[in-house]
């Protein structure tokens, strides 16, 4: 029986990627730091018949990283497929409007690409980037020379073209494609695949604000994104399960690494023309 070690495993995303893994008969490790979601989601689990457990760590924290992972060896064994899940971004370094006009720097009420935080920014940057490399270091560990490993990073469409309003987000997840490249081809003789899927536009908790204002009456930006995605709607979460298990399951992609793959409802593909 395969151990799944899940990193952000409370959030949105990755509860149900957890769920449709722990179908496949697999025991599932969820990690976050917010420990009451990701045990919802293990009692979801257990309750169906699978086997699931919960552990409180932060992915910037490699000490809590590395006592998790004792804990993980002594009551699953080793990690045989890590999905790199946690990432975000924050109010701290998203801008106020899209395009720059020269009075905003006297605005108070605007913050522009001038007023936006180092420390917001490097928030971002390390949840996104440093949230996917302490993980790796510390689980890849039990993978090295074994077959059927794999790591699964989640990317965003953010890696092929950066949004408006989110500079660090943008500029981190383009950083964890790249990442994911590099890490493909330097564990590509110890049997180990790594990919990413980059998703379109799902309703999350953390961009809802930014879709919907607070009488739930979808935003501009919104309306902008859903004219800019071919099949002009968001993505559910479950659309995303077919791409998951197709990279973990080394039988069907054991060829494939050290690639992003776009789930996106053809935003990637459409011109706006």
Same mark, same amino acid.
């Given at each position: 029986m395969k151990n799944i070690v899940i990193t952000g495993g409370g959030g949105v995303l990755c509860s149900v990627f957890a769920k449709a893994l722990a179908e496949?008969?697999?025991?599932?490790? #969820? #990690?976050? #730091?917010?420990?009451?979601a990701a045990e919802r989601t293990v009692l979801e689990i257990n309750e169906m018949g699978g086997k699931a457990k919960a552990y409180k760590v932060s992915v910037l924290d490699k000490n809590m990283l590395e006592a998790v992972h004792k804990q993980v060896l002594e009551e699953f064994g080793p990690c045989d497929i890590l999905i790199n899940g946690a990432g975000g971004n924050s109010p701290k370094c998203t801008t106020t409007k899209e395009f720059f006009e020269r009075e905003d720097i006297e605005n108070e009420y605007i913050k522009s690409f001038f007023d936006l935080d *180092?420390?917001?920014? @490097? =928030?971002?940057?390390?949840?996104?980037?440093?949230?996917? #490399?302490l993980p790796t270091q510390v689980f890849a560990v039990d993978m090295i020379g074994k077959q059927g490993s794999t790591i699964i990073n989640i990317s965003s469409m953010n890696a092929f073209t950066p949004l408006t309003k989110i500079p660090a987000y943008s500029a981190a997840k383009s950083a964890v494609s790249n990442f994911t490249q590099w890490l493909a081809v330097y564990f590509a003789k110890q049997g180990i695949r790594v990919n990413a899927i980059a998703p379109g536009f799902f309703v999350t908790n953390q961009n809802r604000a930014l879709l919907y204002d607070e009488n739930g009456?979808?935003? *501009?930006?919104?309306? *902008?994104?859903? %004219? %800019?995605?071919p099949m002009g709607r968001f993505g559910e979460p479950e659309e995303l399960i077919g791409t998951l298990k197709w990279l973990a399951d080394s039988e069907k992609s054991g060829?494939?690494?050290?690639?992003?793959?776009?789930? @996106?409802?053809? =935003?990637? %593909?459409?011109?706006?023309?």
């Open positions: 496949e008969g697999t025991n599932i490790i #969820l #990690l976050d #730091l917010n420990l009451e *180092k420390n917001g920014f @490097d =928030f971002v940057f390390n949840l996104n980037v440093t949230g996917t #490399l009456n979808e935003t *501009k930006r919104t309306e *902008k994104i859903l %004219a %800019a995605t060829f494939v690494t050290g690639i992003i793959v776009p789930v @996106d409802g053809g =935003f990637s %593909a459409y011109s706006g023309v």
